[in-house]
């Protein structure tokens, strides 16, 4: 639970968190992320071919390098969000919500009965027996955060109603979905969009809630986040820093070629 309190710790001394994607799920990469200094991984399973049993070694690598992990499921999804909840990671992030009604089911998926519809059944999350099922369910399940990405511009028309809904740690902006619902897809930087960025920040600051944002990195972009009132800040991915790295190594490689050998 230490991985809560440093998130926790950051968060009340007004600073920043940081993180970045993983796509590829392979656990020594994921791992060598985590000993980097991140303070969250998230875990994508909407768009990357990672499923339940690499999800686990990866949510397992990512402890061991010290870093917190947070889950994206493929969709709000009861059944898709039980498995991954009983194996402990550090957060939940549930995509692509418009309404209240979704918040409230994505909650749903979170509690026990008779507040929600969760099964009890966790193992990771239980430490493999390691902590008392009392414990458990009376304080220790409910440290998970419970995260909503508002990617949609109905999410935006309903982010009152939305905010409004109990249970609900945080919420993630996603850019490209959200500028994809306006006609603007590939496009998230359209002049269109500020506005649409620019409400989302004030009715987020007017409410007090706690949110970020997925993007890539661009410093200028970033700083237009923290000043809408974003505290959490996902950017990049290993596939990324492989290609990049790969691509800087090729280039030099083959520009040392072409010299003369002296």
Known sequence: MYLFSKIEEKL?????????HIFIGAPPLTECMAQIGFDM???????TAIGIESLQNNLIAARAGGTASFVRIPWND????????DMGPEGIIFPYIRTADDARMAIAACEYPPKGVRGYGPLRALEYGGISQTEFVDTLYRKMWRILQIEHIDAVDNLEDI??????????????????SVGHIGRPLHPD??????????VMKKHGKLFGV????????????????ACMLFCGSDVSYVR???ATMQK?????CKKEII
């Open 12 to 20: 009340q001394h007004g600073e920043t968190l940081i993180g970045s």
């Open 41 to 47: 991984l998230w875990i994508d399973m909407e768009h």
């Open 78 to 85: 009861p059944v898709r969000a039980k498995p991954v909840i």
């Open 163 to 180: 905010l409004a809904v109990e249970g609900v740690d945080a919420y993630i902006v996603g850019p490209n979905d959200l500028a994809a």
């Open 193 to 202: 969009m500020i506005p649409i960025y620019d409400r989302i920040g004030n």
């Open 214 to 229: 997925s993007t890539g990195y661009d410093g200028e972009v970033l700083n237009a986040w923290r000043k809408r009132g």
């Open 244 to 246: 990049d790295g790969a």
């Open 252 to 256: 030099g490689l083959q520009d040392l």
